[in-house]
Every structure is written in C-alpha cells, then in structure tokens.
C-alpha cells in the first residue's frame, strides 16, 4: 500500500510539472512576442499597404498579407465544410459506422491529417505545373483546403459517432428518410462543426510552407484568383530574416497580430460551442 501511495504521488508531481512546464513554455513564447512586437504594431501598420522602402524599415503596413490570409482562409474553410460534411455522413449514417469501408476512409484521413503542410504545398504545386497555373490566390485556397479538409472530416467524425444509434432508429422507425436523419444528426454535430472550423481555421492561417510553393507573395491586395496573395505567416517570415531591426521587430507586431486573430477565433469557436450544445439530445 505504501508503495502505491509513494507511486501515485509520484506521478501527481509528473502530471503538475508537466502542466507548469507547457503553461511556461506558452507563457514565454506570449511574452516575447508581446515585448518585441507591441510597440511596432500600430493602426497604420495595419491599415496600409507596404510603402517603397517598406522592407528596409520605412513607411508601410501589412494590410496586404492580412488580406490575403483572410481570403485563402475564409474560401478555404468554406469548401472544405461542403467537402467534410458529405463525407461525415456517409460514413455515419449511409453507412455502417463499423464497416470495412468507413474504418478505411477514417485511417485514411488519419494518415492525411499528420502529412507536413510541405507536402501539401508541393503536391498541390505539382497540380499547379500540370494545369498550367501560376502561383495565386487560387493556389493558395486550393492547398489550404487540401490541408484541412483531414481536420474537417476527423473532428466531427468523432462527434457524429457520439451521436446515439437509437436516435437514429427512431428516425427511421418514423418514416424519416436517410437525408432527413441527416438533418437532425446536423443539429447533434453543430458544436463537433463548430470546434473543427476553429481548429481548420487556426492550422490553416498559421501556415506558411503549403502556401509558399502556390500563393506566392505581392504587396497589393488581389482583385482575382490568379494573382499573388501574400500571408501574415509569410509576412513574418520575409521580415524576420531581414538585417535591419527595424523591420525585424515588425516581424514580431505582424506575429502579434496572428496571434491575436488565432485567439478571438478560440473565443469565438467555444461560444458557438456552448451555444450550439444546447440543441444536443443528452
């Protein structure tokens, strides 16, 4: 019994020095970009396109990668909803959840949902070649779907399975078609649709080697899919690596403001989660 007790608070003392070791590393990394990037990070800088001497620490702003990141982002998120939904429900409610081929497909995304965003870049960048397309706000949503639609489909694949079999017997024993239970397996999973648009969304606006190979980088904003789109993580990257302080500690303000964006999105996501909870059968 002793020994047991000395075991168990070891593993307490594991578990809370792992907790304050994550809450630190977090902490810290909030904190120097919050120092470095604050004082740069003004209403002008997110409000204007990059001046002439912009990346050699003169007048400008990010207003273009901003732009750009919420439209590859937002087209990105929305077809990849009418690509996952689909693909959900076959396997949930058309299908046997248990069957050969729904255990397949779930492996499957499996499998695409830990492949590198490079991967993603360079085979949607070889697409590109074969099409004859060139690097674009095209290329870019087109990547970035690729790259979410795995998060999609598993992320609220795993709150359709919670959803009751009984519930949908008693669809059928009611006369209800399969795309009617649809329907009332939609009203289940809205907060499952809801925490994965969050998650799609917080990968995909972070990501910078997928759109490296398709969307190219411009500072003006695109008019039409087969123009450059530049992006905030992308942004970051070109200034960063630049010589001047200057431009370098903009860098941190335009990872500021990601970092910011990626937030209200948390906020966002858990209140139409809570909200959307509501409508679940329990």
Same mark, same amino acid.
């Given at each position: ?53 912009? +990346? ?38 058309? $299908? ?6 729904? +255990?397949?497909? $779930? ?45 999609? !489909? ?8 919670? !959803? ?13 078609? $399969? ?31 997928? !759109? ?34 200057? !431009?370098?500690? $903009?860098? +941190? ?30």
């Amino acid at each position: 019994m002793k020994f047991k007790f000395i075991e168990e608070k070891i593993f307490d003392l594991l578990m809370i020095l792992s907790t304050f070791a994550v809450f630190g590393f977090c902490a810290s990394i909030i904190w120097t970009i919050l120092k470095t990037g604050f004082g740069p990070l003004t209403w002008e800088m997110i409000t204007s396109l990059p001046g002439g001497g912009f +990346y050699l620490g003169k007048e400008g702003g990010i207003l273009n990668a901003i732009a750009g990141s919420l439209m590859i982002v937002l087209s990105s998120a929305f077809l990849g909803l009418i690509i996952s939904i689909p693909i959900v429900f076959y396997i949930n409610v058309y $299908r046997k959840r248990s069957s050969r081929l729904s +255990y397949f497909t $779930r492996l499957s995304f499996d499998v695409l949902f830990g492949i590198p965003s490079i991967v993603y870049g360079a085979f949607a960048f070889t697409i590109m070649i074969f099409f004859g397309l060139k690097t674009s706000l095209l290329g870019g949503i087109i990547v970035i779907t690729l790259l979410i639609i795995p998060i999609f !489909v598993r992320s609220m694949d795993e709150v359709a399975k919670s !959803v009751s079999k009984d519930l949908l017997d008693a669809t059928y024993s009611l006369g209800a078609t $399969r795309l009617e239970s649809c329907k009332v397996v939609l009203r289940q999973i809205a907060p499952g649709i809801a925490t994965a648009t969050l998650l799609s969304v917080g990968r995909a606006i972070g990501d910078a080697a997928g !759109v490296l190979f398709t969307a190219g980088f411009t500072d003006n904003i695109p008019t039409s899919l087969d123009q450059p789109a530049a992006t905030l993580p992308l942004s970051v990257f070109f200034q960063l690596s630049s010589p001047i302080p200057e !431009v370098r500690e $903009r860098a +941190y303000a335009a990872a500021l403001l990601l970092t910011i964006i990626v937030l209200l999105l948390s906020l966002t996501g858990r209140i139409l989660t809570s909200r959307f909870s509501k409508n679940r059968i329990k």
